[in-house]
């Protein structure tokens, strides 16, 4: 078979779109309480100020036995103030169980992650003062 992938010289000048980090809430199976963590976000032009993309893989563990990372979109109405948030999950059967989003009878099996979403730019935004608070509420309902 041919090779016919194309390869870059060290020496050429190769640009990449800057990475930033967000604020968001990490619901782990290695802690017994919800932290704050940062998430690596890319830009999708060369401004910090373009619309960012989340990597979620970054803070979730065991890769092999569960590649797959579910979302959710959710949008919250608190009087005239709107929230939106992002719920990216990993679940599976073989995944450590968490303590954090278990209820009752029902075991959860992974990790789960809430970002806060613009409302205007529909992009991932830091999490805000009572955004935890809200995170939490969301996340076990």
């Not at 194309?6 to 640009?15: E, N």
């Not at 979302?71 to 709107?82: A, D, P, Q, S, V």
């Not at 959860?108 to 806060?116: E, I, L, Y």
Request: aromatic share 12%; hydrophobic share 35%; glycine share 4%.
């Amino acid at each position: 078979m041919v090779n016919t992938r194309t390869y870059i010289l060290p020496t050429s000048s190769v640009s990449y779109p800057p990475l930033s980090r967000t604020l968001c809430r990490l619901y782990s199976t290695s802690w017994n309480r919800p932290r704050q963590a940062m998430m690596l976000t890319p830009c999708s032009g060369y401004l910090c100020s373009a619309q960012r993309f989340p990597v979620p893989e970054s803070l979730f563990e065991e890769a092999t036995v569960q590649p797959y990372v579910h979302n959710c979109f959710i949008t919250m109405y608190e009087g005239r103030h709107t929230y939106r948030f992002c719920v990216f999950f990993k679940q599976h059967l073989h995944l450590r169980a968490n303590s954090l989003l278990s209820s009752g009878n029902r075991q959860f099996r992974g990790n789960a992650v809430v970002t806060r979403i613009g409302v205007k730019n529909s992009s991932v935004v830091n999490m805000r003062g009572r955004d935890n608070a809200l995170a939490d509420f969301i996340i076990h309902q």
